[in-house]
């Protein structure tokens, strides 16, 4: 399994093939759905330098100030991303992100948008936020924190080996559970026939 350096290159993010396993080493931010409003509709962001920190981390983190002011990651579990998706491509486009970190996935729109920009989106598999805060080697800097407060804040971790993630979304658009989900369907019909189940059987619905 290969730890990948942030930011991440163009050359890396091209290299990565769906379904992937990796981990990445370097700087990355935070951010939920202030963020993303707040960036798309009132063109108002934290002045990182998004070259350099170039990772977005789709998490409401638990944080802890200790006695000297410095912060301690207690709890950084991946937030699902496809509640963004209604942003998702515009703060791609808008930042030039190459690594969007995640759970669950992400729309076509976030889709095209890296494979515009030749990046990537990473979704967590088999992770707590209590493993996850162990490979959070240094809180760089929070923004807006008065205003939002710890969990919409958004937060430059410096990172070392952290995931592992696997690549749910590569560089040419493909989306790995849009294609699982494919392949599902089309083994469906197989399974039923060997399960006895007659064509065209009408399966319950159940409506919440």
Known sequence: ????????????????ELGEMITVSGLLFTGRS?????????????PIDYEKVNCFFHVGPVMKQEENGEWQVVSCEPTSSIRFERYGADV?????LRTL?????????????LKEVGGVYLSKIGLSGNALRGQVKKVHEVHFLDELGKTEATWIYEVENFGPFF???????????????????AKMPGIEKK??????????????
Do not use: C
């Open 1 to 16: 399994m290969r730890d990948i350096k942030l930011p991440m290159s163009a050359e890396d993010a091209r290299s990565l």
């Open 34 to 46: 202030r963020f993303h409003i707040r960036a798309i509709e009132e063109n108002l962001f934290p």
């Open 92 to 96: 791609v486009r808008k930042f030039n």
């Open 101 to 113: 970190i995640g759970k669950t996935t992400m729309g076509p729109g976030t889709a095209q948008a």
């Open 167 to 185: 690549v749910a979304m590569d560089t040419n658009g493909r989306n790995y559970f849009e294609e699982l989900a494919r392949e599902a369907d």
């Open 195 to 208: 399960l006895g189940i007659p064509e065209g059987y009408d399966y319950t619905e159940v409506n919440g």
